[in-house]
């Protein structure tokens, strides 16, 4: 398995404003990924984090709403920008494992936004 | 583009019972099906079936998956209380490694 962190676990913002989202994995992983899970819903992949160029986006998500970073293999960052309360969703990262010819994909324990 | 079905989309049972939660699925390229518990936030990995007719067990949980007829069940026996949870099928398809997920099974089970 994976162990992956998450900060925050949990946030309330003011609309207008923008959230930084920590992923930390441990140890190096080649495919990292951002989902979100708005209330009700399942989930969705935003963008697929790759390291060293940009961020490659889902249909409906864009760079300037969501920038992504990732400087080595076992960190990212999403940011949700100029938040609005259509935002507030449960946001989780995640890695694929390659254990012989399985790829078996783990996800973070969340954070939770709540956009008021 | 890729599609997944599950039902029911919620379950009441009673400790002890057998559930059975289904998965339809259209990928293009099929190359894994993979079923995650969530309790709160984050989706713990349950199984991945890659080919048809393998069924997956841990414990009381089993899994099968049919590429012929594109659905998968999850089966668990004797359910408890620790069990309830929503249910997560998603499939990935083509060249790249992006989960398409159903909207999950919400399974209560009672004491």
């Known amino acids: 398995s994976a162990v992956i962190s998450q900060k925050p676990s949990r946030d309330i913002c003011q609309r207008g404003t923008s959230l930084t989202i920590q992923c930390q994995v441990d140890?190096?992983?080649?495919?990292m990924f951002w989902y979100r899970q708005q209330p009700g819903q399942s989930l969705t992949l935003i963008a697929t984090a790759n390291q060293g160029s940009e961020a490659t986006y889902e249909s409906g998500f864009v760079i300037d709403k969501f920038p992504i970073s990732r400087p080595n293999l076992t960190f990212s960052t999403l940011t949700v920008s100029n938040m609005s309360p259509e935002d507030s969703s449960i946001y989780l990262c995640?890695?694929?494992?390659?254990?012989?010819?399985?790829?078996?994909?783990?996800f973070g324990p969340g954070t939770r936004l709540l956009v008021l | 583009e890729d599609k997944v079905v599950q039902s029911p989309l919620s379950l009441v049972v009673h400790e002890g019972d057998t559930v059975t939660l289904n998965c339809s699925y259209e990928v293009t390229n099929f190359r894994s099906l993979l079923w995650y518990k969530q309790e709160k936030k984050a989706p713990t990995f349950l199984f991945m079936l890659t080919s048809s007719g393998i069924e997956k067990k841990s414990g009381r949980l089993s899994s099968i998956l049919d590429k012929k007829e594109l659905f998968s069940i999850l089966n668990i026996t004797a359910t408890q209380t620790g069990d309830s949870a929503i249910y997560l099928c998603?499939?990935?398809?083509?060249?790249?490694?992006?989960?398409?997920f159903g909207k999950g099974t919400l399974l209560t089970v009672n004491p």
């Open positions: 995640s890695v694929v494992r390659n254990s012989g010819q399985r790829e078996t994909q783990y």
């Open positions: 998603a499939v990935r398809g083509g060249s790249n490694y992006k989960l398409t």
């Open positions: 140890s190096q992983v080649t495919m």
